[in-house]
């Protein structure tokens, strides 16, 4: 939904009608009737009665989600707030996802890179830790950006770019960043998607999975399950997983979940044995559902419950 709340006050602060607006500027009718319907208007329309108007055009026109926590986030990013729910998703899910794949940060040390974009990092702690800390930041911004598009390939890919483009992995001739791999690989001695495989895999998965008009946190589940069954990247799909999982979530106005690198051991169980048992990666994932809604009863933001 388009909210031209902006709009509306700019009008009313200059004294002018939409009426008038729409004869001085030459707005067809159309244009004037989809600001009454809360329709998106085209970059240059908005652009137009920006000029005209002597204001930012993000000002004038808002995407406004039905999505209580979506709207919340994409709210509180946009004004840099402190201490609510948008920073504290960025440093609990950044922390817990980085600190599962081994990164040494302690939740302190990227809560300081979060709010200072600084870091006392000492001796012993590896340059990728703190740049991939600093790319899982940009990435939830990208989820939130993204949240309500359908799911794509290209939407993946790009996650894994944000996430290790500038790494060392970066460097390598064989580790493709933001696209899939190269060279085969296992995880805990079983076998994945072969590389000629991955995107014949992928795209079999999102057919499936997009097919679903309201999606449930089971199907999400076993979303992230089968792209970690995939692995189509080199390296990071366990992060670009979570990422897309939360994404997902926020689409389907669905309670997010955050894996917890204390319950690490359950997640890994719950996805090595996915395929043979489902219940052990579903009440990890509830779990962090758990931890997702005492951090919004500590905010006091409404929401329903399943």
């Known amino acids: 939904m388009i909210s031209y709340e902006g709009l509306e006050r700019s009008l009313k602060d200059k004294g002018i009608g939409k009426t008038e607006l729409s004869t001085q500027l030459g707005l067809s009718t159309r244009t004037v009737a989809k600001i009454g319907k809360c329709e998106k208007l085209s970059k240059r329309s908005i652009q137009k009665i920006a000029d005209f108007l002597g204001v930012a055009p993000e000002l004038l026109m808002k995407e406004v989600s039905d999505n209580k926590i979506l709207q919340v986030l994409r709210e509180e990013k946009e004004m840099k707030l402190s201490g609510g729910l948008y920073h504290e998703l960025q440093v609990r899910m950044t922390y817990n996802s980085n600190h599962i794949e081994g990164s040494v940060l302690s939740e302190n040390q990227t809560r300081l890179i979060f709010e200072t974009n600084t870091l006392d990092v000492g001796d012993g702690i590896p340059v990728d830790d703190v740049l991939e800390t600093v790319h899982h930041f940009r990435a939830i ?14 939407i993946i890919k790009h996650l894994h770019y944000i996430l290790k483009h500038d790494t060392k992995d970066s460097t390598l001739s064989w580790f493709a960043v933001g696209d899939y791999k ?7 001695g079983r076998e994945t998607s072969k ?8 795209k079999s998965l999102l057919e499936k999975y997009n097919a679903k008009e309201n999606a449930t946190v ?6 992230h399950a089968e792209f970690e069954y995939i692995h189509p990247f080199q390296d990071g799909n366990g992060r670009v997983g979570r990422l897309v999982a939360l994404k997902e979530c926020l689409r389907h106005n669905v309670i997010p979940f955050i894996i917890e690198d204390a319950k690490k051991n359950y997640y890994y169980r719950g996805l090595s044995e996915w395929r043979n048992e489902k219940g052990w990666l579903t009440d990890t994932c509830l779990d962090g559902q758990d931890t997702f809604e005492r951090l919004l009863d500590m905010l006091e933001i409404p929401y329903e419950r399943d």
């Open 141 to 154: 911004d990208y989820v939130i950006d993204t949240a309500e598009e359908e799911l794509t390939e290209d």
């Open 182 to 188: 190269k060279r085969a690989n296992v995880v805990g």
């Open 195 to 202: 590389p000629s495989d991955v995107h014949k895999h992928m």
């Open 218 to 223: 089971e199907d999400i589940i076993e979303l």
